[in-house]
């Protein structure tokens, strides 16, 4: 499979690494992997070279319907392309 570095976003997208999902709740309640639902929550590893405003290393929340997988081509499932515009804010 490709690394990370073997990728580059095109057209407005940027790459992001998702946040890893607690396994339990706050309760002790250990959630099964099927049940757990995908993070909106990650850190930008790549961006295109039209895309203005997002750098690598932000913390940013992104749209739950504008996550597009990239695990067929690297092998990890918690690798998304967003487009810029699908990117809801940068967190401090």
Known sequence: PLTVEDIQPLEGRVLIRRSVKPEKTSGGIILPEQT???SQLGVVLKVAP??????VGDRV???QWG?????A?????DLVFVRETDILG???
Do not use: K, Y
């Not at 081509?73 to 499932?77: A, H, I, K």
């Open 90 to 92: 940068v967190l401090n």
């Open 67 to 71: 996550a597009r997988p990239c695990a």
């Open 73 to 77: 081509v690297t092998g990890e499932n």
């Open 50 to 55: 039209d895309v203005t405003g997002i750098t």
């Open 61 to 63: 929340i992104f749209s």
């Open 36 to 38: 757990r639902e995908m």
